[in-house]
Structures are given as C-alpha cells and as structure tokens.
C-alpha cells in the first residue's frame, strides 16, 4: 500500500539518507527510532507535507512526487493523517475542526445534512458524545479529548490509510491505552491500512502486524514484533532494552 523508494531528506545536515520501505495493504505497521532521527519527517514525506530531496513515495501504486498535483490529490483523498498535538484550529468548534477532514471536493458537493451525520459519525467512533461535544473549542477539552477529535477528523474522509504521528505523546498512561485500543479497534472496523511513528514501543510492539527502526537515516531492521524483540543486533537491542525499563519504571510510577 506505502513502498518508499530511496527518501533522501535534510535540513542542514541530513536527516533521512536512503530510506526503502514498504507497508503492506490492510496491516498494522510501527516506526521506532530515538527521538529526532527523522520518524515523522519520513510519515509527512507520504502526502508530501515535506517533499523529500530525493527519492519517491507510492502510495497503491501511486507515485506522490512524478504524478502532478493531481496525482497527489488523489493520494491525499486516500490517507487520514492524526497530528502529533492534535493540530486543532482554535477558533473553530469541534464540528468545523472534524468537517475539515473530508476532501474539498467532496465536501462541495455534499448535502450538509450528510455532512453533518458524516462528522456525527466519526465522533462516535472515537467514543466522543457529539451532543456535548460538537459546539465546543478546542480550549473547552482536556487532552484526550483533543486527540480524539483529531482522529475523528483524520477518519471523516472515510481514507484507506490511516497515519499517526506520535498519537500518544504528552497522553498519561491512562489515556495513552485508551488511544491505543482505539487505534486498534479503528485499523479493524475501518480495515485500513495504519503507519504508526510512536515512541511507545511496548505499545507499538502489541498492537502491530509489523514494525521498523528508523536509526541513522535508515532502517535498520524490519520484521515483526517477536522478530525486533528477538533481535541480537546490537542497536536495535540496545534500543528495546532502554525502552523496556522506561516502561517498567513508568509503571512502578503509575503504582506508587
């Protein structure tokens, strides 16, 4: 469904320098990396939200940067994307904010009765009340309830890829399972395809079909998640060990 083909990408110095990688049609796929090695520059080269120096992205098929605007807008009408902060306008409600995610063209020639039960919809999907929720801004909701307006907009468009960047960041533990069954609930009722850059990696490693490390511009392994558990290279083992004891404390944390 996603091949990307050779990204290249830098600011001042490079920060993604040759990446192929490809997310297969229906499954539930995780990126990890340490923190700034370019995880959510890759995602947002998949709709061309940061064009790559080099290299091309497909997306079924379809290539996002050889295309034409056209092509790309084609693309875009098939992908969700959940900001890492939400990214919310403040000055809108919750219905303007969630109504924005359904393709322009669309919406000019959808009645606004539909579009209202589309916005409706999607809301209840994220478990959000849309009778209490639909006239507030964001301002008025607390954090988790932001995220979920964030991917209620995402899905209103009815994509075939869902992409998240970060979904849990700044989320309580708490909050952050919340999220994560609902991103699992959503790949399954929804049946898209969903890329997931997270820093959650125990969380990434339960709820994916397969996962990636992003390190040094590249990927350093793919496979599934008893794979990247199991794996004797020295990084990628160096890097799930950091973040199993930070889950383990986390956890003590949460219980003291």
Known sequence: ???????????????????DMEVDAGEMFALFGPSGTGKSVLLKTTIALIVPDIGDVEVEGQSVYRGGNRALEEVRRKVGYVFQNAALFDSFNVYDNVRMGVPEDQLAKMPRRETATRVWEALELVNLDPREVLAKLPSELSGGMKKR?????????RPQVLLWDEPTTGLDPVNTAAVERLIKRLAKELEVTSLLVTHDVQGGLSMCDRVAMLEGGVIRFCGTPEEFRASQDPVVRAFYDRAAAEAALDMVSETS
């Open 149 to 157: 307006v964030g991917i209620a907009r995402a899905i209103v468009g």
């Open 1 to 19: 469904m996603i091949t990307y083909r050779n990204v290249h990408k830098a600011f001042d110095i490079p920060v993604l320098s040759g990446v």
